[in-house]
């Protein structure tokens, strides 16, 4: 049986539902896309840094550890972009929040294949995760 509980939203959410967060990191009027190393079917698709929230941990809180262990970057949380996009089956959601680099910090593939800063019209030159795409199509007014 599911059950129900409150986030710190106060919003109903079910127990099982796993929360991936991303950060679309913004700079010059460019996002920052990230190509996946691993594992092998999504390698070489381009995602925001990110990854899923622990328990008991802030989704704010978790963006800020995933940038840190990812880019190696320290960076402040924003706003969120894009709408919740439910994945496997609606077993997890995908949650994008604006975000910028913080004390001049410059960010490394430390888990990534490779990096690339994208203006509005370089957004479509990746081939993103599929979840990510009404997210990138939200980005455009941000950038
Ligand atoms: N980080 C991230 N994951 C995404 C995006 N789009 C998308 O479909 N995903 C999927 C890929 C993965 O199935 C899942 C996130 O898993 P992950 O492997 O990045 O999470 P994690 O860092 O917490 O990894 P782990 O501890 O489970 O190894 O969400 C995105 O833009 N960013």
Redesign the pocket.
Known sequence: MQTERANSGGQAARRDLKV?V?AAIIEDGRVLACARSAPPE?AGRW??????VEPGETETAALVR?CAEELGVRVEIGERVGRDVR?AHGR?V?K?YAARLLHGDRPQPLEHSELRWLSATELDTVPW?P??TPIVAALHPLL
């Open positions: 991936v991303g999504v995602e925001f840094p990110g990854g899923k995933e994945m997890s995908l994008v995760l979840a990510d």
